[in-house]
Each structure stands twice: as structure tokens, then as C-alpha cells.
């Protein structure tokens, strides 16, 4: 792995175990969620919100239930085009410090090779690139509805199949995929991930 990549975004995560882990890899403003205390600490909820209106925050959350409901409630009260999300595969396994796996056998962001994190971040290095990303790619909704990720009875499993394909997990709703899709990809590279041509 090269030397730290410098982020220009702040960057939100669980608990202070993730932070450290990310602190090997990045050189960024990291904030915590402090677990399931965001959902009580109004002043760290006023923080994020002021923070939101400043500068885009990307948010890494843990693939497991708990970090889909914290990731839920923070984009509850953070504007959409203010977050840009990022996710860890589901990985089996335990993390060192623990004496047990957690609930879902899965292992969080403190977890994760350094590698990966790396990878992870790299395309966020750049932050005007990222900018002109989002601004530029026309995706939406309607996009997903003709394409079949959303109002169909097999939306779900597309949606899925669709997520895969870029490295994100399975049970997205549309929105977090949309939002994370919109980052990730240029609308051509959409339209060629989905087999169609662009419009």
C-alpha cells in the first residue's frame, strides 16, 4: 500500500475501533456515531447536520444490521447530495480484540485489510473529480425503474445482482443504491453495466 490518501471529505464511522483502523489508511476528519448513540446525542446529530451543509461526509457504516439501521437514521437527517456512501463486503470471520464473532458472523470496518479499505477510498482521493462526477451523471430513479431495479415483483434480486457487479452489498434499498451508484459510476458505465446503450 502506498502512504496515506488524503481525503477532503469528512468521513463518518461507528465507533472508535473503526476510526483507528481507517487511521492507517486515510488522512481525514473522522467522526463516530459512538454505536447506537447517535440515535440519543443530539448535539453529535447537530454536528453532522452543520457539517452536511459545509461539505459532502461519507458515511461507512458495518454490513450488518446494526450499521444499516445507523446509516438509515444519518441519511434521515442528512440531505442525500450531501452523503456519499461506502460499504464494506459482508466478510465471515471475528475481529482480533474480540473473544466472539458478533451476532451476524460478519466482520465490521475494524475488520477489513488495509488493502481493501485503500481501494476503497481511492476514487474520493480527488475531491473536484468527485464533485464533477455527481453534478454531471443525470442518473435517477426513472432510470432504475426502466431498467428494472425498481416497480417490478424481481426489483429486489436485480437490484442485487446489480450491487455486486460494483463491490456493494446485498439489501440496498433504491435510494442507497442510487446514491452510491451516482459516485461510482458515470451514467455510460451505468448503461453498460445494465446492458443497454445510453440514451
Known amino acids: 500500500m502506498e502512504k496515506r490518501l488524503k481525503i477532503p471529505y469528512p468521513v463518518i464511522v461507528e465507533g472508535s475501533y473503526d476510526r483507528l483502523r481507517l487511521q492507517n489508511v486515510i488522512e481525514a476528519q473522522i467522526l463516530t ?4 448513540g447517535v440515535f440519543n446525542h443530539t448535539q453529535k446529530a ?4 452543520a457539517l452536511a451543509k459545509k ?4 458515511l461507512l457504516t458495518d454490513s450488518d444490521g446494526a450499521g444499516k439501521l445507523i446509516r438509515s437514521h ?28 458478533s451476532a451476524e458472523g ?3 470496518v475494524e475488520g477489513m485489510e488495509n ?15 468527485v464533485d464533477a462526477r455527481i453534478a454531471e451523471n443525470p442518473l435517477s430513479k426513472l432510470d432504475f425503474y426502466e431498467d428494472g431495479l425498481t416497480g417490478r415483483e424481481d426489483s429486489r434480486d436485480a437490484r442485487d445482482a446489480f450491487a455486486e457487479k ?11 443504491l442510487l446514491a452510491a ?8 458505465e451505468y448503461c453498460r453495466l445494465v446492458g443497454r446503450t445510453e440514451k
Open 181 to 188: 451508484v451516482r459516485v461510482l459510476c458515470t451514467y455510460e
Open 33 to 36: 456515531t459512538d454505536g447506537f
Open 115 to 129: 488493502e481493501l479499505l485503500y481501494r476503497l477510498f481511492l476514487p474520493y482521493a480527488d475531491a473536484e473529480a
Open 166 to 176: 460494483l463491490g456493494l452489498p446485498a439489501g440496498m434499498t433504491p435510494n442507497a
Open 46 to 49: 447537530k454536528l453532522f447536520q
Open 74 to 101: 444519518l441519511s434521515s437527517m442528512i440531505p442525500p447530495d450531501r452523503l456519499i456512501h461506502l460499504y464494506v463486503p459482508r466478510i465471515k470471520g471475528k475481529e482480533k480484540r474480540k473473544q466472539a464473532p
Open 55 to 58: 461539505t459532502p461526509i461519507i
Open 106 to 108: 460478519i466482520l465490521g
